[in-house]
Nanobody, 119 residues
């Protein structure tokens, strides 16, 4: 059974930083593409950042480009989201998800971690 566990959320002031971590078990992590998503109250879930199985390709939502960085450590089966220059509009529940190599659908999801940015 695949487990996806996020950590690192919390309350931070505008302009501050947080680093989210996501530990995956039950699958060969190096064969998974990984993504970070977020959902704010009353809004649809949106993709924030994604990284390929090799780590050689990353993509970001326009709203976070230049501020957020996704990375992975296959030895630790962990994907990270470094969030800098946080804004109140970044407040949301952040989810980590994994997808099998060659597939576009994310099948493995974590329970989410709350990020709150105060103004």
């Amino acid at each position: 059974q695949v487990q996806v566990i996020e950590s690192g959320g919390g309350l931070v002031q505008s302009g501050g930083s947080l680093r989210l971590s996501c530990l995956v078990s039950g699958r060969t992590f190096s064969a998974l593409g990984m993504g970070w998503f977020r959902q704010a109250p009353g809004k649809d879930r949106e993709v924030v950042a994604a990284i390929s199985w090799s780590g050689g390709s990353t993509n970001y939502a326009d709203s976070v480009k230049g501020r957020f960085t996704i990375s992975r450590d296959d030895a630790k089966s962990t994907v990270y989201l470094q969030m800098n220059s946080l804004k109140p509009e970044d407040t949301a529940v952040y989810y980590c998800a994994g997808r099998e190599l060659g597939l576009s659908k994310y099948d493995y999801w974590g329970q989410g971690t709350q990020v709150t940015v105060s103004s």
